[in-house]
């Protein structure tokens, strides 16, 4: 039950943690998802292996703690469909990872290891690491009062809350019919 929850945990499989392109983020708009994971009374810790892209970078960015295996990539753009993101969700990428790597994500697709130069500030262990680094974080959060962690929870959201509130369903933007010159 919630009541003896003291943090939820989303993870994928090695291969992907979440990725989506600009329906699937509309969807998560929509159904106010991100505004769940930002109310969500515990923090949460986003546990990234493999593919973050697109709407699931939205999912990870949103989440109190990240922690990426070396081999994980995040980045907006999804194959074949870029997603170009409203300023609302440029915004959010901003007050998470900072306006240069934000930038940066929006347009590559990058190991966490190499995201490290723009300024990645998430936890980044080793695969071999990875499954007892997420134990380590529950004991953690075990081990503190479900007040303290609804003050912990209040505190590394407060941020994101209100550019969160503003979110709505963007057009997708179609580039294959876009021509480009050598002009």
Known sequence: ?????????????????????????????????????????????????????????????????????????LGVYQEGQ???????????????????????LIFNVESTSQLKQYGFTG????????ADVGRRQ???FSQLSTPALKLLKQHISRQLAGTVQTLMPQVPLDISALEFSAD
């Open 82 to 104: 870029f997603i170009y993101p409203s300023n609302e969700e440029e915004k959010v990428l901003s007050q998470r990872f900072g306006a240069g790597l934000a930038k940066h």
């Open 123 to 130: 936890q980044i262990v080793s695969v071999d690491d990875f």
């Open 1 to 73: 039950t919630l009541s003896n929850a003291r943090v939820l945990v989303i993870s994928g499989n090695k291969d992907t943690f979440l990725q989506g392109d600009r329906t699937a983020l509309n969807a998560a708009i929509t159904a106010k998802l991100y505004q769940h994971i930002i109310t969500f009374p515990l923090p949460i810790v986003a546990s990234v292996q493999g593919k973050c892209i697109g709407a699931g970078l939205f999912v990870a960015a949103l989440c109190d703690i990240v922690i990426c295996t070396e081999t994980a990539t």
């Open 138 to 140: 529950a004991k953690i």
